[in-house]
């Protein structure tokens, strides 16, 4: 089994160890000429972003060669996920693949512009996090099947949370607008973890224009100095069970 999965502050890699199999990372897949990936099972974990996948994600949708019989993917969500596998159906049609499980695990949510981390924090002990990763795991071991039917409906929900979220939300210039404040000693490990590659970091700071709005500079700043220009929290997050060099790890 392989899984190719997106992180941020960490909850999708953890969710994918804990499914199993070999695992690849998307934004370090996704700098290949090509990329074939064929197996038994192959698996896709990454957030919800704006009530879709990550661009990053979709691009890798569209960009792999994938050949398997049993195609999963799995969302990882704090609020919700409204018309999100709606279009992992759609963009697995586009692929050539036919979508055989999907599913989603409630986690943290570590959009700063909504929630206050704390909070998110503290509440998490409510979600069941593993009772949900034991049912996924236990679905795809015994290679469940799901169908996402997409009505017409359907396509018009997910036009309407585009216009309202995706497209102001998810714009490639967002980083441009952070904010590094005097707690900076430009260590680089913001540029380290970023999947998209759009930070430099020389006498200061220097974000540009290819974001994925996935937060990992501002999550994993060890020294709290990257902030959003309205925020309703300075505490950060990183999943427990992941650390800094993880996330380096996978998106370096």
């Given amino acids: 089994m392989t899984i190719c999965y997106f992180t941020a502050s960490g909850n999708c890699l953890y969710v994918a160890r804990r499914i199993g199999g070999t695992l690849l990372s998307i934004p370090q897949l996704m700098r290949q000429d090509t990329i074939e990936i064929e197996d038994e099972a192959v698996g896709i974990v990454c957030p919800v972003y704006a009530c879709e996948m990550p661009r990053m994600v979709r691009e890798f949708m569209a960009k792999a060669k994938i050949v398997t019989p049993y195609f999963f993917f799995i969302y990882t969500f704090g609020m919700g996920y409204a018309a999100a596998f709606a279009h992992v159906e759609l963009a697995a049609r586009k692929a050539g693949l036919k979508l055989s499980y999907i599913n989603a695990v409630q986690m943290v949510d ?7 981390m704390q909070n998110q924090i503290d509440t998490l002990p409510q979600k069941n996090v593993e009772g949900q990763i034991e049912n996924v795991c236990r679905d795809i071991w015994e290679r469940k099947q799901t169908v996402v ?10 036009a309407t949370y585009a216009q309202r979220l995706a497209v102001p939300i ?15 000693i430009r260590c680089g490990i913001c540029a380290r973890v970023c999947p998209a590659s759009n930070i430099k970091v020389t006498d200061k700071v220097t974000f540009g224009s290819s974001c994925e709005v ?3 500079c501002l999550h994993n700043c060890p020294q709290n100095a990257i902030h959003l220009p309205v925020e309703q929290s300075s505490v950060r997050f990183r999943n427990e069970h992941v650390s800094l060099k993880d996330i380096i790890d996978a998106n370096g």
Avoid: H, S, W
């Avoid at 039917?149 to 997910?158: H, L, Q, S, W, Y």
């Fill in 110 to 116: 570590n959009y700063l512009p909504v929630f206050e």
């Fill in 149 to 158: 039917t997409v009505t017409k409906e359907t396509e018009a929900e997910m």
């Fill in 170 to 184: 998810l714009r490639k210039d967002t980083a441009q607008g952070y904010i590094v404040n005097g707690n900076c």
């Fill in 214 to 216: 996935c937060y990992a």
